[in-house]
Structures are given as C-alpha cells and as structure tokens.
C-alpha cells in the first residue's frame, strides 16, 4: 500500500523466449541464486555423512585405473606400445567418468525433480545445468590422480597441451547435448531411464578408455568416431601425453556435439512449455 492509500499491484508475465536457444541468458542470470543453491546442494548431498568426503571423488577412478591395468594390461596384455597401461588408462578414466555421470544426472534430473516442476517456475535447464557445473568440482579433485601419473612416469609439458581448453570444452558440452535430448524424452516415456541405466553400462566398451583406439580396425573408424565420446577421450591423450591430435575424431566430435546441441535445443524448448502437463 502507498502513501496515497492505493493499493500496489505487480504482475509478472511469463513468456517463453523468442529465440532458437535453449539458455536465456538474462533469464538464467535472475535465477543465479537457485542456479548455485542447487549445485551446492547436489554437492553436499553426494558427499554429506562420509568419512573421506570429496576424497571420494579420487579413488573410484583410482580403483578403476587398478582394475584396468590387472586385467587389460595384465592378464589380457593389451599393446599399448611404448606407453604404461596405467598411464594410458588414467588419462581417459577421468574425463570418462565425468561424462558418463554428468549424462546420468542431467538426462534423468527432469524425471527425479517431478515433484517441484508443477509448483513455482524457474527455467528448468538448470536442472541440466546443475550436474554439469557440479560434477566438474569431482573432476577437478580427481585430475590430480592424473597430474600424479604423469609426475611418475616423467611426462612433461607439451605443446598440445595448448588444446587442453578445446578438449575441455568438449567434455563438458558432449553429456549436456545428449542429456537435452535424454531428459526431453523421458518425460514421455519412462523407459528411457530404463534403457540408458543399460547403455551406460555398455557404452564403456564403445571408447577408448580400456583400450587405446588404434586397436579399432580402420574400414571401422569413420563410423567409431561418430560417438562424440570418442574424440574427447582421444583429445585428452594426445593432449596430456604429447601425441599428435587425432583430428578427424576431435572435429567429428564436434560436429556431432553441435548438431545434437542444437537439436536437443530445440526439442528441449517445445517440451518444456508442455512439461507440467506431461510429466
């Protein structure tokens, strides 16, 4: 009420952004606040009431690394030529491991947060935002696994790395463009949780984390690196060990990663003004 004695009324609009993007940043900018609750919440929840705390974050990829080199390196003797299997498995578990759990998150955030998309309005790409932004405090914890690998075996710093930030890049937008299409589809059809639980499981065996992708048959490599995946885990190995950049699969990645960036986009944007009535 003002002085006058009238009362103050204010009405606030929404409505969807003119646009083709997926991001209003303006918009994104009034919700920053929710933005970092959000990822400091899913950061505390995935540590809260642990002993080791974001230690965690550094020995899983650890024991993956282990389990890797006894089997793959050990008992299968996979050639690696002049590079340790250990060595060669770190570099690839790590950005792996962010990928894979970032696309888990984000792909499923939709579904898992039902209960509050129905209630107050916010741009729901922070839901996807939030894995992306928060899983990167565990990658950073456990890059020092990989820092730690290369002291041992004496690797140095290299001109490639110059391309580490592309690379970076890279990771990060890979599971967020595949997650907007995941999570745009999960709405509608709640078995795509259910598949993907499977794929991700299977997926692992599709890049070259295990194994270094010159093992892959050439007539076979056009199409093996059409997985966006392949070409980030590639990325970081020639970046951190000095080898030459793999570009067909480096450039392939990004295409593929753009095109499903924009698409997912798109369809994300048309499913998010049908949500509350769907999900």
Same mark, same amino acid.
């Given at each position: 009420m003002n002085e006058q004695g009238h009362v103050d009324t204010h009405l606030t609009v929404i409505e969807p952004i003119a646009s083709w993007g997926f991001i209003d940043m303006r918009e &994104? @900018?009034?919700?920053?606040?929710?933005?970092?609750?959000?990822?400091?919440? /899913?950061?505390?929840?995935?540590?809260a009431q642990s002993i080791g705390g974001i230690a965690w974050a550094m020995v899983q990829p650890a024991l993956q #690394?282990?389990?890797?080199?006894?089997?793959?390196?050990?008992l299968l003797a996979v050639d690696t030529g002049e590079i340790p299997y250990p060595l060669l498995s770190t570099v690839a578990v790590i950005?792996?491991?962010? +990928? /894979? *759990?970032? +696309?888990g998150g984000a792909s499923s955030s939709l579904v898992t947060n039902a209960s509050i998309l129905g209630k107050i309005y $916010?741009?729901?790409?922070? $839901? &996807?935002? =939030?894995?992306?932004v928060g899983n990167l405090i565990s990658f950073s914890v456990s890059s020092v696994l990989i820092v730690a690998v290369l002291l041992y075996y004496g690797v140095g710093v290299n001109l490639q790395m110059l391309y580490l930030p592309f690379v970076f890049l890279l990771m990060v937008l890979t599971p967020l463009s595949i997650a907007l299409w995941l /999570? *745009?589809? @999960?709405?509608?059809?709640?078995? #795509?949780?259910?598949?993907?639980? !499977?794929? +991700?499981?299977?997926?692992? !065996? &599709?890049? %070259?984390?295990?194994?270094? /992708?010159?093992?892959?048959? %050439?007539? $076979?490599?056009?199409?093996?690196?059409?997985?966006? $995946?392949?070409? #980030?885990?590639?990325?970081?190995? *020639?970046?951190?060990?000095?080898? %030459?950049?793999?570009?067909? *699969? &480096?450039?392939?990645? @990004? @295409?593929? =990663? =753009?095109?499903?960036l924009f698409t997912g986009g798109v369809y994300f944007r048309r499913m998010e003004r049908v949500i509350v009535d769907v999900i």
């Open positions: &994104l @900018a009034r919700y920053r606040d929710l933005l970092y609750f959000m990822i400091w919440r /899913s950061i505390k929840v995935a540590y #690394v282990i389990v890797f080199s006894l089997i793959f390196g050990g950005p792996w491991s962010y +990928m /894979s *759990s970032t +696309m $916010f741009p729901r790409v922070i $839901f &996807l935002i =939030t894995p992306v /999570s *745009s589809l @999960a709405i509608r059809f709640r078995d #795509v949780r259910i598949i993907m639980n !499977y794929i +991700m499981r299977l997926f692992i !065996y &599709l890049v %070259p984390v295990m194994y270094p /992708s010159e093992k892959i048959p %050439p007539e $076979f490599r056009d199409i093996y690196i059409l997985n966006p $995946f392949v070409g #980030v885990i590639e990325g970081f190995r *020639s970046c951190l060990l000095g080898h %030459p950049m793999m570009w067909d *699969s &480096l450039l392939t990645s @990004a @295409a593929v =990663t =753009t095109f499903l």
